[in-house]
């Protein structure tokens, strides 16, 4: 059975940072893309960042320069480096493969950027 368990997530002020990690389970992991998305109250879910299998990444232009996405295939686990956060970062983030697999959505990890 696959799950997702993402971790990580907290209050933060703007221009602070925090390292999410998702931690999967059920052997999708080593040949899947990876993504990291995010949802924010009344949005729609958005894709942030994706990595490849041998650790290429992409990243949406509203993050580039600001977050960096990786993965241990040992570990199983993909992380989401997140600095200068801003308010507008304020999300439930959520990973998954590339193209999303609906049954794969885990409970998220919220963030919020607020002074």
């Known amino acids: 059975q696959v799950q997702l368990v993402e971790s990580g997530g907290g209050l933060v002020q703007p221009g602070g940072s925090l390292r999410l990690s998702c931690a999967a389970s059920?052997?999708?992991?080593?040949?899947?893309?990876m993504g990291w998305y995010r949802q924010a109250p009344g949005k729609q879910r958005e894709l942030v960042a994706a990595?490849?299998?041998?650790?290429?990444?992409n990243y949406t232009d509203s993050v580039k320069g600001r977050f960096t996405i990786s993965r241990d295939n040992a570990k199983n686990t993909v992380y989401l480096q997140m600095n200068s956060l801003k308010p507008e970062d304020t999300a439930r983030y959520y990973c998954?493969?590339?193209?999303?697999?609906?049954?794969?959505w885990g409970q998220g990890t919220q963030v919020t950027v607020s002074s």
């Open positions: 990595i490849t299998s041998g650790g290429r990444p």
């Open positions: 059920g052997g999708i992991f080593s040949f899947n893309v």
């Open positions: 998954n493969v590339l193209p999303v697999i609906q049954n794969y």
